[in-house]
């Protein structure tokens, strides 16, 4: 069973840590089935699962429920469990209930929050109360409205600053998102975590990216910094486009897939 610690400890033997994020039974068993350290139950859902604009009407109890799907196909894995917005920004008490519902009732074996030196008391409390977190500084998409977009952030001395805290706070990783390669390798440099990057170039500790993005399943338009490495929805059209003609044409069902007769093979449970 992958750990914390395990994983703290490969990071600073210098593996690359891959994480990826899933968000249901079949794509968290995938992910586990190719091997990766971590799976992520990201808030990006809102997004890629929910169809909204963004991550900001996503609830902790659609969180749960997710968690509760990914930790029980991929009961080895560490799965993190995202905080959604206002789970967590309003008090260190609201965060560390946030957090033991994502763990006691998601499963999840860590919790991830947005937000450096402001969420500082946060990540500490949710510590304390013997919750590992995982922050996530640089682009946070539940900032997008004081963000004003989707971009790249380059406040040098705020992000330096930021990774020094959730450090200090407790965190055991921080993700970097939307962080130019040079700036991540300096934050990545001045930590002792590991730093797991999106979009923040090569020299982090380990590198995430969404399902749906890599595997070509969301057909919004995609980040520079995602890579395609497969395109399962064109081939979900085609197989669906090839079920609706072979119904239409009369040539599906098949006497194979039919029960009696002489000829049939025997019925097999699912
Ligand atoms: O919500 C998410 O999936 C994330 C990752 C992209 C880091 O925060």
């Known amino acids: ?18 994480v990826v994020t899933a968000y249901d039974f079949p794509g968290a068993r995938f992910a586990q089935a190719a091997g990766v350290d971590a799976i992520m139950v990201g808030d990006s859902l809102g997004v890629v699962v929910q169809g909204r604009p963004n991550t900001l009407g996503v609830t902790l109890d659609q969180m749960v429920y997710h968690c509760e799907m990914v930790s029980r196909a991929a009961p080895e894995a560490v799965v993190i469990g995202d905080l959604p917005f206002m789970s967590y920004q309003v008090s260190a ?4 209930a946030a957090a033991g519902r ?30 590992p977190v995982m922050g996530h ?7 997008i ?21 959730v450090e200090a706070a407790g965190a055991w990783a921080v993700v970097l998102e939307c962080v130019e390669s040079d700036l991540a ?6 930590l002792t975590i590991p730093t797991i990057g999106i979009g923040a170039g090569g020299a982090c500790a380990g590198q995430v990216l969404v399902y749906h993005d890599l595997l070509g399943l969301y057909d919004g338009r995609p980040m520079r910094f995602v890579k395609r490495y497969a395109n399962l929805g064109e081939a979900t ?9 072979e119904v239409r044409a009369g040539t599906f069902p098949g006497p194979e897939h039919g029960f009696g007769g ?6 097999r449970s699912r």
């Open 1 to 18: 069973m992958a750990s914390i610690p395990d994983l703290v400890a490969r990071a600073a033997g210098g593996e690359r840590l891959v």
């Open 93 to 96: 008490a609201s965060a560390v």
């Open 102 to 131: 994502l763990v006691k009732e998601g499963g999840a074996t860590t919790v991830k929050l947005e937000g450096g030196e402001r969420m500082a008391a946060q990540i500490a409390a949710i510590v304390r109360a013997d919750i």
């Open 137 to 143: 500084i640089g682009l946070t998409p539940q900032s």
């Open 145 to 165: 409205h004081r963000l004003g977009g989707y971009r790249v952030q380059r406040d040098r001395d705020r992000l330096l600053a930021d990774a020094a805290a």
């Open 185 to 190: 390798a300096a934050i990545t440099g001045q």
């Open 237 to 245: 059209v085609a197989a669906l486009s090839s079920f609706a003609a």
């Open 262 to 267: 002489k000829t049939q093979p025997p019925e």
